[in-house]
């Protein structure tokens, strides 16, 4: 009923449209629409985490905080559990890899629940203290925006893709009042390519959102830098980029062997239990584990160091010894990617993208520390602080371009432009060396769905392999005799014949022109079996093959097609005909 009177509605609107408003016209209309609800979720999401953030704080007495502390983010990962169970039937995808495969197999179709599911859990999570940003919830939230009111609207498929970058990147502007950072987000971690003219769109939406952020949050969330830096300084911004490129490969694998872990762990609230326990000891142990941290960054940013060891219990020492300080700030910095994954994998939501800046935040201060403590030299510790949160985030995300902007508004000018760039360059060649791909993709490039390098990739990553595969090979038994495959032989459309035993597992293959001398030996006819003809094939394809690799293998072996198994029983062809038919296909739908 609903659908129906929207329809109405919308139906002379839109006809309207098509004979006033040209399509590049519109196009930024609706970017501006998108980058005004995602500011509008930002910062309602932002306003309420904060807000539920001090009540749950004030709420209970000083001397107790401490035990808070411990149990609020087991309470706030089991209230995110509930909900996906009895609200989302248990399915919340979480983080920004479901948006990319959304736009590489999906046609950019980001499921209805999104416009909802992730703004609930991550302010469930992170207001009870869970350690996980808020960034990656507000992306994908602000995507399922762009690509339903795209499909409401009745946009094309092309503008529906960038209108999803336009509101992932609206989210990120949002959150930061940094509209050039969420465009370079959007290009080097959303969307795998993007055409000039389609910026346009981009800047608009996060524009949008960066003036509806400002005039209803707070401004610049960290510190105004406008001190110079110093050329002597260039070797310890190199080493800096060194320390932040072996952090973030410790914190990628740190992050996907913790979520392999939560995988294979059995039973839905025993992870809740567990993950809500360890989460609640390291928040007890190091409460700047506690939520975001972004408060921590602000005391680091204020010169306020010292307060890192606050509510805990080194808090004694606080003044005494500096190696406690700085053994604090290490601990927080290595163990915030396992109260992160902690969070994740428990139930809870959130994203590495704050974990990231937190992390080289902590980085940068210690490093910076160390160096004021040598005597050798004296440097500015804040300004170590922001190249680290931007050296981690280029590596851990592989967006140093996004990491470079964003640390360069947020902080309220470009005076570390130069150290900027020789510290996130750096930390993105090292850490790609070691880990080609980002926390957001490597699930997806092991399934052979994404590939960012290049066109040829993406455009065969959206192709699905099932849809492909040719089902009309006629298949004959091992046993089956001569005779009876001539007779196969003559009703067949096909030259190729799959040999498949009772249990349907492929044993091998018949052309007919490796038996056609064997055809006309009518004295064999009925002593002669299938399994003496056979041959194996050249190789075969499973079903989590990429195509790329697929099509590469037909073309060294110089085969027209390879046999498709899943476990080993026979399901089909696959062509290669049909893979290049495809990619036509969808190279056309990229170009209308």
């Given at each position: 009923m609903a659908k129906k009177l929207v329809h109405r509605i919308l139906s002379p609107l839109l006809l309207w449209r098509l004979r006033h408003i040209n399509d590049r016209v519109y196009l930024i209309l609706v970017s501006i629409l998108v980058g005004l609800m995602a500011g509008l979720t930002a910062v309602l999401l932002k306003n309420t985490v904060h807000g539920s953030q001090e009540f749950l704080y004030s709420w209970v007495p000083e001397e107790k905080r401490v035990f808070a502390l411990f149990l609020y983010p087991i309470i706030g990962i089991a209230l995110s559990v509930l909900f996906t169970r009895y609200f989302l039937d248990g399915n919340l995808s979480r983080g920004l890899g479901p948006v990319i495969y959304n736009i590489a197999r999906q046609g950019s179709i980001v499921p209805r629940s999104k416009l909802y599911s992730q703004f609930i859990t991550s302010w469930l999570t992170v207001s009870f203290g869970g350690s996980a940003g808020l960034e990656a919830p507000i992306s994908v939230t602000g995507a399922a925006q762009g690509s339903n009111l795209a499909r409401l609207l009745r946009v094309g498929r092309r503008e529906r893709r960038l209108l999803v970058g336009c509101g992932a990147a609206a989210g990120i502007a949002a959150i930061f009042n940094s509209p050039i950072a969420g465009v370079l987000f959007a290009v080097e971690v959303v969307l795998s390519e993007l055409a000039a003219p389609y910026f346009i769109p981009l800047l608009i939406s996060t524009a949008t959102a960066t003036v509806v952020s400002k005039a209803l949050f707070e401004g610049q969330p960290f510190v105004l830098i406008t001190t110079s830096w110093p050329v002597d300084a260039v070797p310890f911004y190199v080493m800096l980029g060194l320390c932040t490129a072996l952090l973030s490969v410790y914190m990628i694998r740190v992050y996907f062997a913790a979520d392999k872990f939560f995988e294979r762990w059995p039973g839905t609230f025993r992870k809740v239990a567990l993950g809500g326990l360890v989460?609640?000891?390291?928040?007890?142990?190091?409460?700047?584990?506690?939520?975001?941290?972004?408060?921590?960054?602000?005391?680091?940013?204020?010169?306020?160091?010292?307060?890192?060891?606050?509510?805990?219990?080194?808090?004694?020492?606080?003044?005494?010894?500096?190696?406690?300080?700085?053994?604090?700030?290490?601990?927080?910095?290595?163990?915030?990617?396992?109260?992160?994954?902690?969070?994740?994998?428990?139930?809870?939501?959130?994203?590495?993208?704050?974990?990231?800046?937190?992390?080289?935040?902590?980085?940068?201060?210690?490093?910076?520390?160390?160096?004021?403590?040598?005597?050798?030299?004296?440097?500015?510790?804040?300004?170590?602080?922001?190249?680290?949160?931007?050296?981690?985030?280029?590596?851990?995300?592989?967006?140093?371009?996004?990491?470079?902007?964003?640390?360069?508004?947020?902080?309220?000018?470009?005076?570390?432009?130069?150290?900027?760039?020789?510290?996130?360059?750096?930390?993105?060649?090292?850490?790609?060396?070691?880990?080609?791909?980002?926390?957001?993709?490597?699930?997806?490039?092991?399934?052979?769905?994404?590939?960012?390098?290049?066109?040829?990739?993406?455009?065969?990553?959206?192709?699905?392999?099932?849809?492909?595969?040719?089902?009309?090979?006629?298949?004959?038994?091992?046993?089956?005799?001569?005779?009876?495959?001539?007779?196969?032989?003559?009703?067949?459309?096909?030259?190729?014949?799959?040999?498949?035993?009772?249990?349907?597992?492929?044993?091998?293959?018949?052309?007919?022109?490796?038996?056609?001398?064997?055809?006309?030996?009518?004295?064999?006819?009925?002593?002669?079996?299938?399994?003496?003809?056979?041959?194996?094939?050249?190789?075969?394809?499973?079903?989590?093959?990429?195509?790329?690799?697929?099509?590469?293998?037909?073309?060294?072996?110089?085969?027209?097609?390879?046999?498709?198994?899943?476990?080993?029983?026979?399901?089909?062809?696959?062509?290669?005909?049909?893979?290049?038919?495809?990619?036509?296909?969808?190279?056309?739908?990229?170009?209308?």
């Open positions: 989460l609640g000891v390291l928040v007890f142990l190091f409460p700047p584990l506690y939520g975001e941290g972004y408060n921590v960054v602000q005391q680091l940013l204020a010169g306020k160091g010292q307060d890192l060891v606050n509510g805990s219990i080194f808090a004694v020492y606080r003044d005494e010894n500096v190696w406690i300080l700085l053994g604090v700030a290490t601990a927080s910095m290595l163990l915030k990617v396992f109260a992160t994954t902690i969070t994740v994998g428990a139930g809870g939501n959130g994203g590495m993208f704050g974990s990231s800046l937190f992390a080289g935040a902590l980085l940068g201060f210690v490093f910076a520390r160390l160096i004021n403590l040598s005597g050798l030299t004296s440097v500015t510790e804040v300004h170590f602080i922001v190249l680290g949160m931007a050296g981690v985030l280029a590596g851990v995300v592989h967006a140093p371009l996004t990491a470079i902007f964003l640390i360069a508004e947020i902080t309220g000018g470009y005076a570390l432009f130069v150290p900027l760039m020789v510290v996130t360059s750096s930390s993105y060649l090292i850490t790609r060396y070691f880990e080609p791909y980002s926390v957001y993709t490597r699930k997806l490039v092991q399934r052979g769905v994404y590939v960012h390098q290049d066109r040829d990739r993406s455009l065969l990553s959206q192709l699905d392999l099932h849809h492909l595969v040719q089902t009309d090979f006629v298949a004959v038994h091992p046993q089956d005799t001569l005779g009876t495959l001539v007779e196969t032989f003559r009703h067949a459309t096909r030259n190729l014949f799959p040999v498949v035993d009772d249990k349907g597992y492929l044993l091998g293959i018949i052309t007919l022109d490796a038996v056609r001398d064997a055809l006309f030996d009518n004295q064999h006819y009925t002593t002669t079996r299938v399994h003496d003809l056979m041959t194996d094939p050249p190789a075969t394809v499973n079903f989590d093959d990429s195509l790329l690799d697929t099509l590469r293998c037909m073309e060294q072996l110089n085969v027209p097609a390879l046999p498709v198994i899943n476990q080993g029983r026979y399901v089909g062809f696959l062509l290669k005909s049909s893979i290049l038919a495809g990619y036509r296909r969808q190279l056309l739908k990229e170009t209308e």
